[in-house]
């Protein structure tokens, strides 16, 4: 079965923190994405990947950076968090040209 | 610029009524649409995916369609329940962005027992 885990459900930060979000699919999917949810913008995408080490801005990248080391692997940084952060973060996976399998969400809180 | 329409915002049905969820497209050169259900505080889960060279796609009591001349596709949901009630997103894929996905703001669906 199909699986993109991510690493918190819920987490809350201080402003000016490090924030890392994990995310984790076990389909050896070449393309993974990071996007963003917020009440009257929908979803947003901010960085995706296409392979290891490969990385393509969205059209939401400011603030943020993403490390994929392994295949696996996908990792969403918040380098000094701030309160227009707070929001879902919801990661995916696919093989092009297919479906995106989405994990769970983290519904991320800066205060 | 793509851009996504989702049509209405908000539907509210009887249980067992047939319905009909809308989602229009600025332009037409996509890679394929996919459409996906939300519930409440929780992810994304994928009900269909038409690619761009195909007409419709058939899962249990869903059929989604896909015009790409007009820009539209519909969601078809036959005799609803209860348990359908969620949101439901239309996305469309880009070529050559890694099949990027331009969401539209979807359709709140109550279906009342």
């Known amino acids: 079965d199909v699986k993109v885990t991510q690493s918190s459900r819920y987490l809350v930060k201080r402003t000016g923190e490090k924030v890392f979000l994990e995310c984790v699919q076990d389909?050896?999917?070449?393309?993974m994405f990071w996007y963003r949810q917020d009440p009257g913008l929908g979803l947003r995408l901010i960085y995706f990947s296409y392979d290891v080490k490969m990385k393509e801005k969205g059209d939401i990248p400011e603030g943020y950076s993403v490390s994929r080391e392994k295949k696996e692997r996908f990792s969403l940084i918040l380098e000094s968090a701030s309160t227009n952060q707070t929001s879902m973060y919801l990661c995916a996976s696919s093989l092009p040209p297919g479906t995106q399998y989405f994990g769970p969400g983290t519904r991320l809180t800066v205060l | 610029k793509q851009e996504v329409t989702q049509i209405p915002a908000a539907l509210s049905v009887p249980e067992g009524e047939n319905l009909v969820l809308n989602c229009s497209f600025t332009d037409s050169a996509i890679y394929n649409l996919q459409w996906f259900r939300q519930d409440p505080g929780k992810g994304l889960t994928s009900l269909l995916l038409?690619?761009?060279?195909?007409r419709e796609q058939t899962s249990g009591r869903l059929n989604a369609s896909l015009d790409k001349s007009s820009g539209r596709s519909t969601l078809y949901i036959a005799a609803s329940q209860p348990g359908d009630s969620a949101t439901y997103l239309c996305a469309v894929g880009l070529r050559n962005q890694g099949g990027k996905l331009i969401f539209g703001q979807g359709t709140e669906l109550s279906v009342k027992p």
């Open positions: 389909m050896d999917h070449e393309n």
């Open positions: 038409i690619q761009s060279s195909q």
